[in-house]
T-cell receptor
Framework: SQQGEEDPQALSIQEGENATMNCSYK?????LQWYRQNSGRGLVHLIL???NEREKHSGRLRVTLDTSKKSSSLLITASRAADTASYFC?????????????WGLGTSLAVNP | DTAVSQTPKYLVTQMGNDKSIKCEQN?????MYWYKQDSKKFLKIMFS???????INETVPNRFSPKSPDKAHLNLHINSLELGDSAVYFC???????????FGQGTRLTVV
């Protein structure tokens, strides 16, 4: 079955630096979404990019999508300690009335003050 | 107000017991989900309910059964709990176009 794969699995940076996480997938998609999960908490939706979009911005977040390479990247600029969390990508494929949602394993980001 | 709430937050129980986790959403969404997150943080979708009909049912043991009394609730009932069922279970909901899912805070289930 299709699985999103994020890399790196773990990333440790200093506050103020940029963090880049990548996600690859295997089949066609309608959209791709990024989520954040703080330790012990639920997931929070960050940003959605449609299959016909190449780049999207939201505050300090920048997401790119390359459907030819079946990959996406999430860039967090000017990172803060509060950005420490796990980040997941999820691909969505509509099939009739069904929505197939495939999750990656996540990237654990540690931002050191 | 919490958009998606699930209870309990923590659940410790013995092998062989039957337990339920409750989920409620006040967003008016038409689809609700249950996910299992294992120790490696891999999220696996277990069930999806749309207007009280099961539309996605991944290959999970039939000891797990979703129950939806109404559009705003999707409870997860687990029979004969096993050690391998220990995980964090997340409930989520989404609107018609699925522009993003709203997640509950998770229920950490520990089977001893």
């Amino acid at each position: 079955s299709q699985q999103g794969e994020e890399d790196p699995q773990a990333l440790s940076i200093q506050e103020g630096e940029n963090a880049t996480m990548n996600c690859s997938y295997k089949t066609s998609i309608n959209n791709l979404q990024w989520y954040r999960q703080n330790s012990g908490r639920g997931l929070v939706h960050l940003i959605l990019i449609r299959s016909n979009e190449r780049e999207k911005h939201s505050g300090r977040l920048r997401v790119t999508l390359d459907t030819s390479k079946k990959s996406s990247s999430l860039l967090i600029t000017a990172s803060r300690a509060a950005d420490t969390a796990s980040y997941f990508c999820a691909t969505v494929l509509y099939a009739g009335n069904n929505r197939k949602l495939i999750w990656g394993l996540g990237t654990s980001l540690a931002v050191n003050p | 107000d919490t958009a998606v709430s699930q209870t309990p937050k923590y659940l410790v129980t013995q092998m062989g017991n039957d337990k339920s986790i409750k989920c409620e959403q006040n967003l008016g969404h038409d689809t609700m989900y249950w996910y299992k997150q294992d120790s490696k943080k891999f999220l696996k979708i277990m069930f999806s309910y749309n207007n009280k009909e099961l539309i996605i049912n991944e290959t999970v043991p039939n000891r797990f059964s979703p129950k939806s009394p109404d559009k705003a609730h999707l409870n997860l009932h687990i029979n004969s709990l096993e050690l391998g069922d220990s995980a964090v279970y997340f409930c989520a909901s989404s609107g018609t176009s699925f522009r993003g899912a709203f997640f509950g805070q998770g229920t950490r289930l520990t089977v001893v």
